[in-house]
């Protein structure tokens, strides 16, 4: 890994045991099952918490089913489907968090492996909001889940109405096991009336974040051709939040298609840009799994009846007392 990204590491909003941990993962050395069965240590490779595979150091910090709930469930809203580098995965995030992310996530992973070893070793097992709340502990400036005054928002767990005049377009990608993506998008006004739905095949993506991206791309060049002039935009990827909000310089093509986006901008009066869980995102993350039945459609005023009970349930949440 690059120093300026074990410097990125090091200096990240949480205590040093956190980071101490993410630095032991990087470099492979957690005393995970797997490693101590090599070693002659321990008999059963196997993860103690499902039983059912070998225990790396991804499986247990990121692709355990339990584990993987915890992270959905985390501010982050992070989803580990598959088996993967470690090493690479903190590449690629690190390039694109800043502290204050980098900072929540190192909090989480330290509380998964801490709450690892107490089942393990103490028999103790601990809830998701209990892991949690033990997170937000662990952050000198305590943006997890803090009822203090200085406490930063959680992010919404359901999909919010924007502000009158203003108009809220969702966007997701999805991505096949064959690397083939499709993006969808709705877009809604502050009484939750859908105003436009699209879906479209985005050909083969070489990673899941240039396929947010070019989604992203497309939205906006639709939203422009419907003529939508005053936007919102969510989205549920946080590599692609999080790049947006970089200083530019960098030479990819996740770059020249942020900057593409970018580009777009002057289309509109209002612009705004920001990142929510993936359950706020439901109606979106739905049609860009139709976008590979669908392929290029646009709905005005409606939207498919495969999202309508979706997007009556966010109407609903929205109207919920906070």
Same mark, same amino acid.
């Given at each position: 890994m690059p120093p300026?990204?074990?410097?990125?590491?090091?200096?990240?909003?949480?205590?040093?045991?956190?980071?101490?941990?993410?630095?032991? *993962?990087? @470099?492979?050395? @957690?005393?995970?099952?797997?490693?101590?069965?090599?070693?002659?240590?321990?008999? &059963?490779?196997?993860?103690?918490?499902?039983? =059912?595979?070998? =225990?790396?150091?991804?499986?247990?910090?990121?692709?355990c089913p339990l584990v993987r709930m915890i992270w959905f469930a985390s501010p982050l809203n992070l989803r580990f489907d598959e088996e993967g580098s470690v090493h690479d995965f903190f590449l690629s995030f690190l390039a694109t968090a800043d502290t204050n992310i980098a900072g929540i996530f190192l909090a989480v992973l330290y509380s998964v492996w801490q709450a690892r070893n107490e089942l393990l070793f103490k028999w103790k097992d601990s809830s998701i909001d209990q892991l949690l709340q033990r997170a937000s502990s662990l952050r000198p400036s305590r943006v997890l889940l803090d009822d203090g005054p200085r406490a930063v928002q959680v992010l919404p767990s359901s999909w919010s109405r924007p502000l009158s005049g203003v108009c809220k377009m969702n966007i997701d990608a999805s991505v096949t096991s064959s690397k083939e993506a499709g993006a969808g998008m709705v877009m809604r006004n502050n009484h939750g009336e859908v105003l436009a739905? *699209?879906?479209? =095949?985005?050909?083969?993506?070489?990673?899941?974040?240039?396929?947010?991206?070019?989604?992203?791309?497309? *939205? @906006?060049?639709?939203?422009?051709?419907?003529?939508?002039?005053?936007?919102?935009?969510?989205?549920?990827?946080? =590599?692609?939040?999080?790049?947006? &909000?970089?200083?530019?310089?960098?030479?990819s093509h996740l770059a020249t298609v942020v900057f593409d986006c970018r580009s777009l901008l002057p289309n509109f009066d209002v612009f705004n840009f920001t990142f929510v869980r993936r359950t706020s995102n439901g109606a979106a993350d739905a049609l860009a799994r139709l976008a590979f039945h669908y392929g290029c459609m646009i709905w005005i005023e409606e939207a498919p009846s495969e999202i309508t009970s979706i997007t009556q349930d966010d109407v609903l949440a929205s109207m919920a007392p906070s």
């Open positions: 300026a990204l074990w410097m990125k590491l090091w200096k990240a909003d949480a205590v040093p045991q956190c980071c101490e941990t993410a630095w032991r *993962a990087c @470099l492979d050395i @957690l005393p995970v099952r797997s490693i101590l069965h090599r070693r002659g240590v321990v008999g &059963n490779p196997c993860c103690p918490r499902c039983s =059912e595979v070998e =225990e790396t150091v991804h499986h247990a910090l990121f692709s739905a *699209a879906t479209t =095949e985005l050909g083969p993506v070489l990673s899941p974040v240039l396929a947010e991206a070019l989604g992203m791309r497309w *939205a @906006l060049r639709l939203a422009t051709k419907l003529g939508f002039r005053r936007i919102w935009i969510e989205t549920d990827c946080l =590599e692609l939040y999080t790049f947006w &909000n970089r200083q530019g310089g960098e030479f």
